[in-house]
């Protein structure tokens, strides 16, 4: 019985230790948060000084790194921009060489072209993360007017204030991931 009692004990024990090694080791964080493509996010992350961890995690959200990925509204690659939007950022940021096609099926060109929304997004709204995150999901003008009329002022405490229930959600999801890329890739990709 004595024995029988030891090895319950050392089997807890056991799954205490392998409890506490998942849950506080980085090799299985970033197992259960990778970043795929990271180069190339890094790549344009500097080239338009945006923080890759907030590509990444807009990715993460948006497409799940799902290359080829549209949504039902007709969103495209893996930063899921909506068609009108690229065309705009390919006009306005001289992206003459990019077409929609690569847009919507290649890494490359699909995360140049959401960095530097992301990045103009930022430059529009006083470099205010949450702000620029919650334009992303719905659209410029719209965040605009609820800054104006006070709807939501802006901070990541009152995002509970955002009237669309699916921007409230992604700009909380966004920042969950950040928050998690940042423990665990800060040192990697900054």
Same mark, same amino acid.
């Given at each position: 019985m004595k024995l029988l009692r030891k090895k319950r004990?050392?089997?807890?024990?056991?799954?205490?230790?392998?409890t506490v090694l998942f849950f506080n080791s980085s090799w299985m964080g970033r197992w259960i948060y990778p970043?795929? =493509?990271?180069?190339?996010?890094?790549?344009? /992350?500097?080239?338009?000084? #945006?923080?890759?961890? %907030?590509?990444?995690a807009i990715i993460r959200v948006e497409s799940n790194y799902k290359l080829s990925s549209e949504s039902?509204?007709?969103?495209?690659?893996?930063?899921q921009v909506m068609p009108n939007t690229a065309s705009w950022v390919i006009e306005k940021g001289k992206f003459d060489t990019v077409t929609m096609d690569?847009?919507?099926?290649?890494?490359?060109?699909n995360i140049q072209i959401g960095a530097w929304y992301i990045k103009s997004l930022l430059?529009?709204?006083?470099?205010?993360? =949450?702000?620029?995150?919650?334009?992303?999901? /719905?659209?410029?003008?719209? #965040?605009?007017?609820? %800054?104006?009329n006070d709807t939501w002022d802006g901070k990541f405490e009152n995002v509970k204030k955002i009237p669309y229930g699916e921007t409230k959600n992604?700009?909380?999801?966004?920042?969950?991931?950040?928050?998690?890329y940042k423990d665990l890739y800060q040192n990697e990709l900054s």
């Open positions: 004990v050392l089997l807890v024990l056991f799954i205490a230790l392998v970043i795929h =493509y990271k180069d190339v996010i890094v790549k344009h /992350a500097k080239k338009f000084e #945006v923080d890759p961890l %907030l590509i990444a039902r509204k007709g969103a495209l690659g893996l930063m690569e847009v919507k099926h290649e890494a490359e060109p430059t529009k709204f006083d470099n205010n993360t =949450y702000v620029a995150l919650a334009a992303y999901n /719905a659209g410029p003008s719209v #965040v605009a007017k609820w %800054l104006q992604y700009v909380q999801r966004v920042v969950y991931y950040y928050n998690k």
